[in-house]
C-alpha cells in the first residue's frame, strides 16, 4: 500500500493479484482485519502482529493518534481470524524481543515471545 487507512479505503485490493502479501504489525492497528484478510488478492500471505502480554497494557502512542493498538492478538486468536478469512497456516513462529535495559518488563521481554509470524496460503476464494 502507499499508506492509506485501509479501514476506510480498500481500493488497493482491486488492484489485481499479487504473488505474495506482506503485512509486518499491521493487523493490530486496523478496527477490521477480517475484511482486509478477506479481500486480499494472493496466495501466500506473511504477516507478523505483536502478541498481547500479560504483563503489558495495550500499545498506544501518546504523540501520534494513530499509532495505536486496535488489537493486541494472542496467537490462537490471528490463527483462528487467518481460518475464518480461508488461510492455511503452513508455518508460524513465536519470536522474543530482548531490550537492553534493566528492570522486570526488560527482563520479561528476553523470555516471553513477543512476536509472532505466520506464513500462510489461501485454501478458499473470496
Given amino acids: ?58 500499545y498506544r502512542s501518546k504523540t501520534d493518534m494513530w499509532d495505536r493498538h486496535y488489537h493486541e492478538f494472542e496467537d490462537w486468536q490471528l490463527d483462528w481470524l487467518l481460518e475464518k478469512t480461508g488461510w492455511k497456516i503452513i508455518d508460524r513462529e513465536k519470536f522474543t524481543h530482548p531490550v537492553k535495559k534493566i528492570g522486570f518488563r526488560p527482563l520479561l521481554r528476553f523470555f516471553t515471545p513477543r512476536y509472532y509470524i505466520v506464513y500462510a496460503e489461501r485454501v478458499s476464494s473470496n
Wanted: cysteine-free.
Fill in 1 to 58: 500500500t502507499t499508506g492509506e487507512d485501509l479501514d476506510v479505503n480498500q481500493s488497493v485490493f482491486s488492484e489485481g493479484k499479487q504473488d505474495v502479501v506482506t503485512a509486518f504489525e499491521i493487523f493490530e492497528h486496523l478496527l477490521n482485519p477480517y475484511t482486509i484478510l478477506r479481500e486480499i488478492k494472493s496466495d501466500k500471505l506473511v504477516l507478523s502482529i505483536p502478541l498481547r502480554l500479560w504483563f503489558s497494557s495495550a
